[in-house]
């Protein structure tokens, strides 16, 4: 099970181990587990040493954030800038048409934006 997440997760053994104990302080409980229990326990004690990290960053730019030396964002905005989530999926002709209509052109030739 460990020899998994080594090759999926990117994990070495020390990583690991490190996350693991970090989170839940009792390795022979967690290795015990199902397989689907333990790759939950994983994937969740991973999401959230990301969060933290996050979190870490967004606190030591908030006295910044205070002085208006750079725009205030909420750390949901934030995160969300961090892990790639606020990325728009859809595809160049759709936003592009969405951009025509906000500025009333039927096309790009119509006029500079």
């Not at 990583?15 to 290795?31: A, E, I, S, W």
């Not at 979190?55 to 800038?81: C, T, V």
């Not at 989530?85 to 859809?90: G, Q, S």
């Amino acid at each position: 099970m460990v020899e998994f997440f080594q090759v999926v997760g990117g994990f070495d053994q020390v990583g690991l181990t490190d996350l693991l104990l970090k989170r839940y302080h009792n390795m022979d409980f967690v290795l015990s587990l199902p397989f689907g229990e333990f790759c939950a326990l994983v994937i969740h004690a991973s999401k959230n040493m990301e969060e933290e990290r996050i979190r870490s960053q967004w606190n030591a730019l908030l006295p910044f954030m205070a002085i208006k030396w750079l725009k205030w964002m909420p750390f949901e905005e934030y995160a969300d800038g961090c892990t790639g989530r606020n990325i728009d999926t859809r595809p160049k002709e759709e936003i592009i048409d969405e951009i025509l209509k906000l500025h009333g052109m039927e096309s790009l030739e119509d006029g500079n934006i």
